[in-house]
């Protein structure tokens, strides 16, 4: 009898360990103890629920939101994260879209200079600034700061909203900016062909788009005559050719940055196409491009909160060669040729 009974409190035993072990473990917060962090032009925290259409590259950041309960905190532009940990921990920022696609990891900066990494030596103070607009896009921005390891690790979420972090220096810039309105009237009409306040249609391009012979499929814009497509977009298209470029973004000019004959990294959601692509509203950009650490013009506009730049002013600046076939309704994108000069 008690053989038996041994036998079955062994055989239950092992049911219940294995019952709880199949359930998940919901990591603790990283012991404040193990960090110093500081959080430079935070304004407030929303604590509002957040509501995220279903996408299957919003997934990540829709559990993010659950798991935190949409608690956010509220930072002005330039805001500032210094983070030192007191032994060896995983730590990063990474940026998502306004409809919570993943947009990448941010470089930390670590004695002046910028670091790609996703780890930060004991001791060692590594800083990084969140940005209104970041990576190109022009859309509002959440930011997640995730520190510590499998067992403890704390994300704390952001969103950037008006102001610069930097308030202090804005009244000794007043004098000057008052000073230069006597020469204001003669640059009036400069801003409003710039900045216009309307907006003009953008048209889904009908147009088949050939990549070095190989039909292609992108979300683009026909604005008056010329089809306007992401800079990702193309980059991702001409990937693994003598014309692939990188877009990053240069910190210190707060600008997009392109180095040509250089791998793309993809950073999720390119070449991604809405279901039933319709006409929008579009305005002029305002975002600065870079193109080995030199600025260059491109025509852009903002359509849906992302930018599209004017393909041709890509092909130019990439030296990329854009065709256009008016029988056949098609856009030529072709890497092996040359662009034509203006």
């Not at 012991?31 to 407030?44: A, M």
């Not at 700061?145 to 810039?173: C, K, L, Q």
């Amino acid at each position: 009898m008690r053989s038996t009974k041994t036998v079955f409190f062994a055989l239950m035993l092992s049911i219940s360990m294995l019952v709880f072990t199949a359930i998940p473990v919901m990591a603790a917060e990283v012991p404040t103890d193990k960090y110093t962090y500081t959080l430079s032009g935070q304004t407030g925290t929303q604590s509002d629920k957040i509501e995220l259409e279903e996408y299957d590259d919003n997934q990540a950041f829709r559990d993010i939101l659950a798991e935190e309960g949409s608690e956010i905190v509220l930072v002005k532009d330039g805001a500032e994260i210094k983070f030192t940990p007191s032994e060896k921990m995983s730590a990063s920022v990474s940026y998502y879209t306004v409809d919570g696609s993943y947009g990448g990891p941010l470089f930390w900066t670590i004695d002046g200079s910028e670091e790609e990494i996703s780890e930060i030596d004991a001791n060692i103070t590594a800083t990084v600034k969140l940005y209104n607009r970041y990576g190109g896009f022009t859309c509002d921005l959440y930011y997640v700061f995730t520190y510590g390891d499998a067992d403890n690790v704390s994300r704390i979420i952001y969103m950037v909203g008006e102001g610069t972090a930097e308030t202090a220096a804005e009244p000794e810039t007043q004098p000057a900016d008052t000073a230069e309105s006597e020469t204001q009237p003669a640059n009036t009409e400069e801003p409003a062909t710039e900045k216009p306040a309307e907006k003009v249609t953008a048209a889904a391009t009908a147009s088949k788009v050939m990549v070095d012979g190989k039909q292609v499929s992108f979300e683009a814009y026909n604005i008056n005559g010329n089809n306007f497509f992401k800079l990702r977009d193309i980059a991702m298209a001409v990937n693994g050719t003598s014309k692939n470029f990188e877009v990053g973004w240069d910190s210190a000019n707060n600008a997009i940055s392109l180095t040509p004959v250089k791998a793309y990294t993809a950073v999720g959601g390119e070449l991604a196409i809405s279901v039933n692509p319709t006409a929008k509203q579009a305005s002029l950009s305002t975002s600065k491009v870079y193109l080995d650490g030199q600025e260059v013009q491109l025509t852009a506009y903002t359509i849906g909160g992302n930018n599209y730049f004017k393909l041709r002013d890509i092909g130019q600046a990439l030296d990329i060669a854009i065709t256009w076939d008016s029988a056949t309704n098609t856009i030529g994108i072709d890497t092996a040729a040359e662009a034509e000069s203006n």
